[in-house]
């Protein structure tokens, strides 16, 4: 076993330890676990690795790649050289297992490379695989995963807030698994280094540590792709109510029109997908929009019964882009309609509205066989329009303009601790 307790490595990682220290200048990012977790895992980088326990460091090791294997036992060996004992045997614990590079450069954590350190924790199934970096470095990894890194410097530095402040207001996310945040759409989505790119690493360091806040307090910056001409409350999606996540204009946003067809079948099916049976389906109807034109309640007539899809649940339930969509029934059985004729009274079937003595008669379709979603914008909605920031930066206006356009009475503060 090779232990160089080298000054300048621990020098290294005491001030990358001390960078990304406690409160907001540090974060863990789930990239393995629960189903997904590995029994093994390759560590490589261009110098030595510093083991740590939690945060004390145990000693250093030589070699330029380990393979971290996961046991029953609930132990976690680190080898070295193949065909030689382990390094060192991590019993099961609340403390983390820590790995990381010496030289405080980047590693591989099996084929992906990523800033700072890995950490693993013991489960049940195999290994908790961890990425714990500095905040800055992590965003780095998830601006041109959010936003196209050839879109203007001041919608990307828009969105670089935005992250900023998501990855702290959702900072205990993850917690019961050991981590804060996990790199898929449930967090943000985060790449690694591989991601990076210059325009977006520019974004994370002009706007380094800066925070949108209301009143005091770090505001919820939620974001999405695009608004379809207007912003939407937060109360009308997720039923919260926050002053500064309101809906406005967002003349900039340049969305196109989506459609989308469904049978009265597909939405049975949709409603036994959320364990809900009212029958035949007989007729959509919308019941409320908000003030923005999105639909908060769309009720669906059954046989046995209504269904009404409140607030998102109606985006959610189609699999549509957004909620901010108009309804067409299409019927192919038209009900027949009684006229008077000189042969009496007979039971007619009409495709056009006719003038008759006592008024207009207008034909009456019987059970819609489709109705056809149509629609603009693509997402929830709330916050700030990712293609809608492209459009204001386009137009001149700069990243906190952006930003106080769809977060009513917010202000940006530096905050270093």
């Not at 991601?195 to 919820?220: C, F, M, R």
């Amino acid at each position: 076993m090779k232990k160089h307790c080298k000054i300048l490595s621990f020098i290294l990682l005491f001030c990358l330890l001390c960078s990304i220290g406690a409160s907001a200048k540090n974060i863990s990012i789930g990239l393995k676990f629960g189903s997904k977790s590995p029994q093994e895992i390759q560590l490589k980088n261009n110098s030595a690795f510093l083991l740590l326990l939690g945060d004390e460091i145990l000693f250093e090791v030589g070699e330029t790649t380990l393979k971290v294997v996961w046991a029953e036992n609930g132990t976690i060996s680190v080898f070295g050289q193949e065909n030689e004992p382990p390094l060192y045997i991590y019993e099961k614990s609340e403390l983390p297992l820590g790995v990381f590079p010496a030289d405080g450069g980047t590693l591989l954590i099996g084929e992906s490379e990523y800033r700072g350190g890995a950490r693993f924790l013991h489960n049940e199934v195999g290994l908790t695989v961890i990425n714990y970096l500095d905040m800055e470095d992590y965003l780095k990894g998830v601006i041109p995963g959010e936003m196209p890194y050839e879109w203007p410097a001041e919608a990307l530095k828009a969105q670089a807030v935005c992250a900023r402040n998501y990855a702290l207001t959702n900072y205990d996310k993850f917690k019961s698994y050991g981590f804060n945040l996990d790199d898929t759409t449930q967090s943000q989505v985060y790449l690694g280094v591989k991601a990076e790119k210059e325009s977006t690493n520019q974004a994370v360091d002009a706007t380094k540590n800066i925070y949108l806040t209301y009143n005091g307090e770090i505001a919820n910056t939620f974001f999405y792709s695009s608004s379809g001409g207007h912003t939407e409350s937060s109360k009308y999606v997720w039923g919260g109510d926050f002053p500064y996540l309101i809906g406005v204009d967002d003349p900039y946003d340049t969305s196109r029109e989506w459609t989308v067809p469904y049978t009265p079948d597909e939405i049975k099916e949709k409603l036994a997908g959320i364990q809900t049976d009212i029958g035949e389906i007989l007729d959509l109807e919308v019941v409320e929009r908000s003030p923005s034109g999105r639909i908060i309640d769309l009720k669906i007539v059954g046989t046995n019964g209504d269904y009404h899809a409140k607030l998102e649940k109606s985006r959610s339930l189609f699999n549509l882009r957004s909620n901010l969509f108009t309804i067409t029934k299409k019927s192919d059985n038209i009900k027949p309609v009684t006229v008077i004729t000189s042969k009496g009274l007979e039971e007619r079937e009409i495709s056009t509205s006719i003038l008759t003595a006592t008024g207009t008669i207008t034909p009456e379709a019987g059970t819609p066989n489709e109705y056809i979603f149509q629609g603009t914008g693509y997402g929830h909605g709330v916050g700030m329009s990712q293609y809608g920031a492209k459009g204001m930066a386009e137009q001149g206006f700069d990243f906190e303009q952006i930003l106080k356009h769809y977060f009513t009475g917010t202000i940006l503060e530096e905050i270093n601790e």
